[in-house]
């Protein structure tokens, strides 16, 4: 069975400073892995996804993550943060079942930004 | 190109009544999966629907059901609502199922009063 643990609810930081959301995985197979952000009363808007070809993935708004298989995780990181990247962050891991695929969804992120 | 319709955006029922909602995927996706997002539970998957056929359940009771019609236009219902039924609920579509990638819709906000 999979799962996928964001070992922060909550993280605040400085504009301008970098972000870091830690999320680790546990899949039985190869998994694929995103991340994704909701802003207030807004749906989910993907970021960045990796899929085993690059393990350094780079995603919109300046936001990377990389892929460490030996650590199972798979970390959203962002030099410089700004107001405009408040928001809740989710870590997701999709595998297959059968022919069906399963997302399953870290319990959030909620990133905070300080003037 | 439009991305994934939900409608209503925003619903308030009694317990006890029934809801249906919509979800209109991206043109060309053919595959809907729903999800409800509550603060206590997180993001939860409901099921998944591919050619007009469901292809994945999550651990939802009976009283969730949904459908999947030929243009791939998406409704779930929940009959008897209970309080605990308040939640976001978000769609996500995708090109085929078992797709890795899903794009989701905006969501609809049920209240249950």
């Known amino acids: 069975a999979q799962s996928v643990t964001q070992l922060d609810s909550h993280v605040s930081v400085s504009e301008g400073t970098p972000v870091l959301l830690r999320c680790n995985y546990s899949?039985?197979?190869?998994?694929?892995l995103f991340w994704y952000v909701q802003h207030p009363n807004k749906g989910l808007q993907l970021l960045l996804k990796?899929?085993?070809?690059?393990?350094l993935v780079k995603g919109i708004n300046g936001f990377e993550a990389e892929f460490k298989k030996s650590e199972t995780s798979f970390h959203l990181t962002k030099p410089s943060a700004h107001m405009s990247d408040a928001a809740e962050y989710f870590c997701?891991?999709?595998?297959?079942?059968?022919?069906?695929?399963?997302?399953?969804f870290g319990s959030g992120t909620q990133l905070t930004v300080l003037p | 190109k439009a991305g994934v319709t939900q409608t209503p955006r925003y619903l308030i029922k009694t317990r006890g009544q029934q809801v249906t909602l919509s979800c209109s995927p991206i043109?060309?996706?053919?595959?809907v999966s729903w999800y409800q997002q509550t603060p206590g539970q997180g993001l939860q998957f409901l099921f998944e629907?591919?050619?007009?056929?469901?292809?994945n359940k999550g651990n939802f009771p009976g009283r969730f059901s949904g459908r999947q019609f030929s243009n791939s236009r998406s409704e779930m219902n929940v009959s008897t609502l209970e309080l605990g039924d308040s939640a976001l609920y978000l769609c996500?579509?995708?090109?085929?199922?078992?797709?890795?990638?899903?794009?989701f819709g905006q969501g609809t906000r049920l209240t249950v009063v």
């Open positions: 996500a579509s995708s090109p085929e199922v078992g797709a890795t990638e899903a794009f």
């Open positions: 990796y899929t085993s070809a690059a393990t």
């Open positions: 997701v891991v999709s595998d297959l079942l059968g022919s069906a695929r399963q997302l399953t």
């Open positions: 043109s060309g996706h053919r595959s």
């Open positions: 899949s039985s197979y190869s998994p694929s």
């Open positions: 629907y591919f050619s007009e056929t469901q292809r």
